[in-house]
T-cell receptor, first 115, second 110 residues
Framework: KAGVTQTPRYLIKTRGQQVTLSCSPISGHRSVSWYQQTPGQGLQFLFEYFSETQRNKGNFPGRFSGRQFSNSRSEMNVSTLELGDSALYLC??????????????FGEGSRLTVL | GQQLNQSPQSMFIQEGEDVSMNCTSSSIFNTWLWYKQDPGEGPVLLIALYKAGELTSNGRLTAQFGITRKDSFLNISASIPSDVGIYFCAGRSTLGRLYFGRGTQLTVWP
């Protein structure tokens, strides 16, 4: 079955702009998590959605937001971009069973560069 | 947020050598997982451990869930060039949150 799909794969923005990233989970997976990956900080948890509800949230400012649709697809938005937001944004989906064990299936990521 | 202490940060080894990396935490975890990230890809699950003391193998990979539930290690035997990548440990807390280590960058020279 198809894996987790993230779009776009690469994008370049300038400071102050906003960006929306999209994630389509594996069919049947209802939980979607978002992570920010930077060389210095590793994988930082942004938020998790399950059945259109935010279930967990990491320690990121309010400029970072997300949502999940009824088909389990998810989007995350970053407003008023800063240089430090340059990172690889990873989406991961999991089944109900996987949610209990932490077994995540990651997409290839969206690499955001802020100039 | 909480971060696991993963070491070493990077390793440069020759093909055929064995590799060992580990993760420690100040908190107890219910599950330990090891992921590998190839260049340009997202992390992929290698091994999941569910019980303290558990030792699990996946081909040339062996991982153990520490008896204190605060640590885990991953061994790779007889490394090959395709083992190159970043290896992440992850621990799932008693409250269900998943925390990742900062990764071990592995380089294998032919």
């Amino acid at each position: 079955k198809a894996g987790v799909t993230q779009t776009p794969r690469y994008l370049i923005k300038t400071r102050g702009q906003q960006v929306t990233l999209s994630c389509s989970p594996i069919s049947g997976h209802r939980s979607v998590s978002w992570y920010q990956q930077t060389p210095g900080q590793g994988l930082q948890f942004l938020f998790e959605y399950f059945s259109e509800t935010q279930r967990n949230k990491g320690n990121f400012p309010g400029r970072f937001s997300g949502r999940q649709f009824s088909n389990s697809r998810s989007e995350m938005n970053v407003s008023t971009l800063e240089l430090g937001d340059s990172a690889l944004y990873l989406c991961a989906s999991t089944s109900v069973a996987g949610a209990n064990t932490g077994e995540l299936f990651f997409g290839e990521g969206s690499r955001l560069t802020v100039l | 947020g909480q971060q696991l202490n993963q070491s070493p940060q990077s390793m440069f080894i020759q093909e055929g050598e064995d590799v060992s990396m580990n993760c420690t935490s100040s908190s107890i975890f219910n599950t330990w997982l090891w992921y590998k990230q190839d260049p340009g890809e997202g992390p992929v699950l290698l091994i999941a451990l569910y019980k303290a003391g558990e030792l699990t193998s996946n081909g040339r990979l062996t991982a153990q869930f520490g008896i204190t539930r605060k640590d885990s290690f991953l061994n790779i035997s007889a490394s090959i060039p395709s083992d190159v990548g970043i290896y992440f440990c992850a621990g799932r807390s008693t409250l269900g949150r998943l925390y990742f280590g900062r990764g071990t960058q592995l380089t294998v020279w032919p």
